[in-house]
Structures are given as structure tokens and as C-alpha cells.
């Protein structure tokens, strides 16, 4: 069986993370259609536990931006407790120097996604030098923060994304994470009343789902993976852990299947999973 190293963070990454957003204009490949999780899956025998793949979770802590908030898919501009879009806010300027901050926050996206962490630091920097409070460059420090485990700094800045746009999912689910690690009962509640307000957040789905993992909850965590992937498809980490927690619950069809369009999904979008063991599962969830 598959034995993973690396960190087991459950948080947001989103940002991470999670919830990446592409660049303005770029083209992703088309995901497969999404599959329609099964109803009653299967709980993993007790007595025989599985060396599987550790779940990704920065993507919902760390979450860079390269375009308006306006673009951000899971900004809900109707709830009523979610605050007007940047835009429409005044964050952004309108002008030549708007299209700079755009260009700049594109530039800082791709680095980001090539790990090139520094240059992507020097454009978030770069694009708060003329725009204090913008919400992009904070988190896409924030995100920065979260990988060097700078994780007080990822706070401050969470923070400050939350005092232009009290309702941003992103900051508050990150929060939670890095706040509530000790109290799983209010954190649980906490994201189930944000979700009430923005049931459409891939982020703070994402979010209850590294919630239920890290209880061994992997029914509900499965649930809360697929209500992630099914608003962000794109977004790599949410399909990785929807295959690992199917993994655990024993559907080794299903898993392979998801274990495989995550790998596909990596392939165009950042993805914090581990790869290598993604395609080592594959093989041994062979018939």
C-alpha cells in the first residue's frame, strides 16, 4: 500500500487555497463531465486500515488571484451577507493603472503556479504599493504566507482582506482553519453558517470537507469534496480529495476514476497534491 509523506494542513487553500483562479483569458481543458457521487458509499473496514494518499489542503488556505474580484466564481452577489464586488466597491481604478494591477496580478498568479514563489511575492507587493487594500494581492500574499508557514503573518493578512469585504469566503474560511483547529464542533458550525449564506462557495465546502477528514468523517467528507469539485471542476485538489476520500470509503472504481482527472486537471491548473502518489494509487486500485 501507498504510504505519503508531506504535511496534513486542512485548511483553506484555499486558499488556498482553495480555490485558485485562472488567469484573465487563459484557456483551461475541458474536464470531464462530473459524476454524480454515489448515494450510499461504502464505510472503510475498521480492521484493516489503508496506507492511502493524504488529502491536499492548502488549496483552500491559499489562494492567489490574477484578475478582479469580479471574475472570482465563488463570489455570490446577491447574498445578504456577502459584501458588493470589489468593483462595484471602488477597489479596483479605472484607467490605465487598473489594467497595469490586472497585468501585474496575472503576472504574480503565474509565478505562483510555476512556484516561483519570490517573483510572485514581488508582483502581490508590487500591485498593494498602488492599491492598499486590494483583495487579490493580499491573498495571493496570504497564500505565500501559508506555504513558508508564516502562518500569523497569513492571519494578519486574512484580516485585512476581511475589513474591505467582511463576507469574502476565501479569508473567512482560512480563519477559521488557522483559528479553530482546537474546537472541530465550533469551526463545523462556523463553515455550515457561512454556507447557508453562500451555498455555492467551492471554498468553504472544501473547507467542511478537510474539517470532516481530519475526524475520519469520510462520508461527510466525500459529500463536502463533491459539492467543492462540482463549483470549481477545474480546481485539482478538490477532485484529488474527492478520490481519497472514496478511497477510504472502499470505492475503488470511483476513486481510480477521480485519482485519474485530478492528474488530468494538474495538468493545466496548480494542483498541491502529490502527484507521484496519485498515479501509484492508480495502479494499485488495478483489478
Do not use: C
Amino acid at each position: 500500500m501507498l504510504a505519503i509523506g508531506g504535511y496534513f494542513w486542512w485548511q483553506l487553500q484555499t486558499i488556498s487555497g482553495g480555490s485558485l483562479v485562472r488567469p484573465t483569458g487563459s484557456t483551461l481543458s475541458a474536464s470531464p463531465p462530473p459524476i454524480q457521487p454515489p448515494e450510499a458509499p461504502l464505510q472503510a473496514a475498521a480492521e484493516t486500515p489503508l496506507a492511502l494518499p493524504t488529502i491536499a489542503v492548502e488549496s483552500s488556505r491559499a489562494a492567489p488571484a490574477p484578475s478582479p474580484r469580479a471574475a472570482r466564481p465563488e463570489r455570490l452577489r446577491g447574498s445578504a451577507t456577502s459584501s458588493l464586488p470589489s468593483e462595484a466597491a471602488g477597489v479596483f481604478r479605472t484607467g490605465n493603472r487598473r489594467l497595469i494591477q490586472n497585468q501585474t496580478l496575472n503576472q504574480a498568479y503565474e509565478a505562483w503556479q510555476a512556484d516561483r514563489l519570490d517573483d510572485a511575492r514581488s508582483g502581490y507587493e508590487e500591485v498593494l504599493r498602488s492599491d492598499a487594500r486590494n483583495p487579490d494581492a493580499l491573498l495571493g500574499l496570504a497564500a505565500i504566507a501559508i506555504r513558508r508557514s508564516q502562518f500569523e503573518h497569513a492571519q494578519d493578512l486574512y484580516l485585512r482582506v476581511l475589513e474591505s469585504d467582511p463576507g469574502d469566503a476565501t479569508a473567512q474560511a482560512a480563519l477559521i482553519n488557522l483559528r479553530g483547529q482546537n474546537d472541530m464542533g465550533s469551526s463545523e458550525s462556523r463553515l455550515k453558517t457561512l454556507l447557508a449564506s453562500q451555498p455555492d462557495s467551492a471554498v468553504l465546502h472544501y473547507a467542511l470537507g478537510n474539517l470532516y477528514a481530519r475526524q475520519g468523517r469520510w462520508r461527510d467528507a466525500q459529500q463536502a469534496y463533491f459539492q467543492a469539485y462540482a463549483a470549481d471542476p477545474d480546481n485539482a485538489d478538490y477532485i484529488f480529495n474527492v478520490a481519497v476520500s472514496l478511497d477510504h470509503l472502499r470505492q475503488s472504481k470511483l476513486a481510480a476514476q477521480y485519482y485519474r482527472m485530478a492528474l488530468s486537471a494538474a495538468a493545466t491548473r496548480h494542483g498541491t497534491f502529490d502527484r507521484q502518489a496519485a498515479e501509484q494509487r492508480i495502479l494499485e486500485l488495478q483489478p
